[in-house]
């Protein structure tokens, strides 16, 4: 429980909105209808932005059904409404 809390507090909403490479990732989200090609860099490069590894990232945007990985391996990444609109916040 106390890594699940550790975890969502280190990936911050806020950090996140202030992310370029995040906002990138949810302008593409909101012109797309599938899978984002550019996902797993924008993902890398958001996790940076906020301190934090990929996992972590992943992990909590997952759990909070803001992304879900498809494919073999999750190599699709699917940006859900939800994250579009933690930007337009």
Known sequence: MAEEAGRAAAVSHEALADSDAFRELCALA???QGAIA???P???RSAADIGVNITALTRQLSLEGRISMQGSGGREVLVQ???IRLVEV
């Open 38 to 40: 550019q996902a797993w």
């Open 30 to 32: 909101a012109r797309s």
């Open 42 to 44: 924008l993902l890398y």
């Open 81 to 83: 409404p939800a994250l």
